[in-house]
């Protein structure tokens, strides 16, 4: 079993910059494969970024490439997601996600945390 719980999320001007972290416990964290969600309200969820565990190779979804950046830190068991020039339509519940062998842009992760908000203000 794997828990995730997400934080730093707030409300922020476009153009502005957040850090969402992901603090991760339970069985081998280190081991599992991330990534970052969103759901907008009426919206489906929606992947962000991915890492995997054993290389660290990212992937990003198109709306936030060059603006977003995943990253890890598995001695603190923690997920990272630095957003930078952020715009209105990135407001959101961001979701962090976890799993043994999935990885990549999907949602078919296993585990999820409860989620934190991102307001962005025009």
């Known amino acids: 079993q794997v828990q995730l719980v997400e934080s730093g999320g707030g409300l922020v001007q476009a153009g502005g910059s957040l850090r969402l972290s992901c603090a991760a416990s339970g069985r081998s964290v280190s081991w599992y494969n991330m990534g970052w969600f969103r759901q907008a309200p009426g919206k489906e969820r929606e992947p962000v970024a991915a890492i995997t565990w054993s290389d660290g190779i990212t992937s990003y979804a198109d709306p936030v490439k060059g603006r977003f950046t995943i990253s890890r830190d598995n001695a603190k068991s923690t997920l990272y997601l630095q957003m930078n020039s952020l715009k209105f339509e990135d407001t959101a519940v961001y979701y962090c996600?976890?799993?043994?062998?999935?990885?990549?842009?999907?949602?078919?992760?296993?585990?999820w945390g409860q989620g934190t908000q991102v307001t962005v203000s025009s």
């Open positions: 996600a976890a799993d043994d062998r999935v990885a990549g842009l999907t949602r078919a992760y296993d585990y």
